[in-house]
């Protein structure tokens, strides 16, 4: 056996393992009951520590070598990469560090969720000050290795390639216009009328509306279910993709685009290639790009109108007894394109998001890169919230620096995806309009035009091109965020 | 840390491996689309491989020999026996002799799924032959590891302690008078009358009726679950019990026994020791007292007055407009007493099913011990039936040998456990009801002293105790059919 296929052969025993950790972890959140906790974090806990046994054993850093001087074919170039980038990301840090990492995070997340509410800053910033200073260490290590800055070796883990001078350059441009925007949408938006959901929405027929959807927008049941979770995900395996939502008896506008969301991470999983299940090559290229594809489900195709008329009709056949009114194609549009300056990351609208995460991003950078301290964050970010969208978190960490779960466990460098999505979504959109015709396709209720495009340029492509490849090829030139512009203001302005 | 300190943990992380299998096995059957079933398999495959490593690593063997040496106290030295047996069963056999009765086993019993419909014994004949020539393998070297006949080596796998000799007291015994008892029922029977279910139940309905009818045999769903899967059973892990059932619309009857059945499983799963979790001593006893629990539900709570009378109430409310003739108690009772002659076991009632269960454990105590030949089955098969149930199954393999899936991949020394079971439960409540008050507690709708009763007399030993030390300290003798042919006659004569 050569030694590239002593090294697939042993991601394939790793890929094994991830497929256990992956059922059992959507099980532990959409499945188990509470009393099971103890016993399954004790099972997943074994489950990591074989994988990381696994995926630091001594003789692979031989193997690579090895697989180095060999000469390869077809894909083998792309897959030994991959191999060798999830195996340097497995192999670069001390143990110590990461159980440090591990402890630390723990500890800061589980006080998190009760100081959140309590508006406890001086409480988290005491815990949270270890997270910040172990992923500072964790961050010059992984420059160190790569020759990155801090930060980029961050990003690096979630957008592979992806550097702060071109996240700078893109969300600099986004800062002189946004804000604007926004105000002159709130503006145009505040004579406006529409309805608003009121009574009881059964879940059962929430389900099988959710489910209706699915089946328009071509989710594979043969290879994957819709079940519920408090916080809804797209996990399981591309063989088995499990998404989850969460129904609410009293509206069913959020969890219905939320399953639209978590089908457009589904059908990426389902569309990997499956001749490299099981090896990194096989897998989604990077946060980023699969958040293109929820958002390219929920926002570019989802609020079409097209699609907003599909969801109205759908709507109005399940929930008999609501008023018509309610399910008209005008009142479904505002109630999906309402724009509001708030608060909460997680509740924000398309249009108000970036600024949500653009302000993240700043923070994270400077606090990775030493630049600004720990304490120095509640202030940056009722500055920034000003500055982007007019509202002040002075006083209000609940509502401000406190309320992500992600730098409660060091998460630094996963902010940007959000956004890059967004901005790969509004490309792809636009490259695919060149060559079909997505309003008919859509209008016509068989979208496999679009799917075929998306299969074709971006799933069935894996890992197997770097990101700027992989949009180059989809779309003709690397990331411009003039499309998402452009997307923005035809939608709202 | 001590030679025994170091089995234990070593076993906690054998016992958190088996809970990740137990989970995703629970997963495949109620919960895996079809289409995730390849890889999946490869996953269980890899991890039932980590598990086999982990339970033959060399240096067991000398902490075994170490810890027998240590001066144990409280219950480690149980905790030492039943490590030191579990590593037995898993080291006794020979690689390359597993991985053939797994090889042969799986195509026997593959092309059998096919086979047996088609009524095709030569066929079947073919592959079975290896299985059955390995499993004499397995058993010759079990019985020259222990000491124990060939078929009393393989008994031991799933009902440690119990012989040959004392199964073959047992059942003779049941044969002077089975067959008697069993015509005089179906004489006293033939005028009845009585209502079937007919109609449409919905499915929906029949698992509230489930759940409600958990409730009040006080399942744990803090934890566990009720799903469903084409074959029902009880799996999971104690802290995180999964039952299922298999709903037919066209009946409720039997999914609802069905569901009372698996609750007995899974009241002894959530009420054993927790001080032992992870631990060989903290699982259930055996095969016979895990479905003594089971039938103690079932067949001693279950089809008492008091708790038919609950069950027909329960359903006549959820079931409305179906004729309440239907939900009376006379009518429920027959329905669920009803005896009848007939040649597939997993159908048999209470009555019946011993003969199905001794018919088999002659055939295959003869089989494993070499003293038949795997082409004398149908022939043994069709006399044995006709001397205990009057019923010829000449050339109907279908129905006849062909019926089980047991012996097609070499579990023998498995169908003793069913008919153990219905004798113990039976022992245990006339135990039971010298200090309780059965009766009253379950027309009560409180149960509690009853499985107060189970709880300190069986669930919570584990298999801290032998089997015949268990039933002894809860019954005051060991195992005694006479309890059991007491309470058949009671019930049916």
């Known amino acids: 056996m050569s030694a590239l296929e002593k090294l697939k052969s042993h991601f394939q025993t790793i890929s094994n393992f991830s497929h256990l950790s992956a059922i059992c972890g959507w099980d532990a959140a959409s499945m188990m009951p509470a009393g099971g906790n103890e016993a399954r974090s004790n099972a997943m806990a074994e489950l990591s520590v074989h994988i990381h046994k696994l995926m630091t054993q001594p003789q692979l850093s031989d193997w690579f070598d090895e697989a180095e001087q060999q000469s390869l074919q077809g894909d083998d170039s792309a897959v030994l990469r991959e191999l060798k980038r999830q195996w340097q990301q497995n192999n670069l840090l001390p143990e110590k560090l990461v159980q440090a990492q591990s402890l630390a995070g723990s500890k800061c997340e589980h006080a998190w ?16 000050a270890e997270v910040v200073k172990l992923s500072q260490e964790e961050a010059q290590i992984r420059a160190n290795a790569t020759g990155l800055t801090p930060y980029d070796a961050m990003l690096d883990k979630f957008e592979p390639g992806t550097k702060t001078a071109s996240l700078n350059q893109l969300f600099d441009n ?8 926004i105000d002159e949408v709130i503006e145009k938006q505040r004579t406006e009328t529409f309805i608003e959901p009121s009574g009881k929405f059964d879940t059962a027929q929430q389900k099988a509306l959710g489910l209706e959807v699915m089946k328009l927008l071509k989710f594979d049941f043969n290879h994957g279910r819709l079940d519920e979770s408090v916080h809804p995900f797209c996990g399981g395996v591309p063989s088995d993709v499990r998404i989850t939502t969460r129904y609410d008896e009293n509206e069913f506008v959020q969890s219905l685009m939320g399953i639209v969301h978590e089908t457009g991470h589904a059908r990426y999983e389902q569309g990997l290639p499956k001749s490299l299940a099981g090896l990194p090559a096989g897998e989604a290229r990077s946060m980023g790009i699969h958040e293109s594809q929820s958002l390219f489900f929920e926002m570019q195709v989802g609020r079409s109108d097209a699609f907003i008329q599909h969801l109205a009709n759908m709507a109005g056949n399940t929930f008999k007894g609501h008023s018509p ?10 109630l999906y394109t309402r724009v509001k300056k708030d608060f909460i990351r997680v509740d924000a609208d398309e249009l108000t998001y970036p600024a949500h995460v653009i302000l993240r991003y700043e923070i994270e950078r400077d606090l990775i890169n030493g630049d600004i301290k720990h304490t120095d964050v509640p202030e940056l970010w009722d500055s920034k919230m000003q500055q982007y969208l007019g509202l002040s978190t002075k006083d209000n960490f609940t509502n401000g620096c406190m309320q992500d779960i992600h730098w409660t466990d060091g998460a630094f460098g996963y902010f940007p995806s959000y956004t890059l999505g967004a901005m790969y979504a509004a490309q792809f959109m636009a490259a695919m309009k060149e060559t079909v015709d997505v309003d008919s396709a859509v209008a016509s209720g068989d979208l496999t035009a679009i799917f075929n495009w998306l299969s074709d340029n971006i799933w069935s492509k894996g890992s197997l091109l770097s990101t700027d490849e992989l949009v180059k090829g989809a779309t003709g030139e690397t990331l411009n965020a003039d499309y998402f512009q452009a997307h923005l203001r035809s939608r709202y302005a």
């Open 113 to 128: 969720r009760t100081q959140r509410g309590e508006n406890d800053w001086q409480g988290f910033e005491k815990n949270w």
């Open 325 to 334: 009114d309610l399910f008209a194609f005008d009142n479904f549009q505002k």
């Open 174 to 181: 986004v800062k002189t216009w946004l804000p604007e925007l």
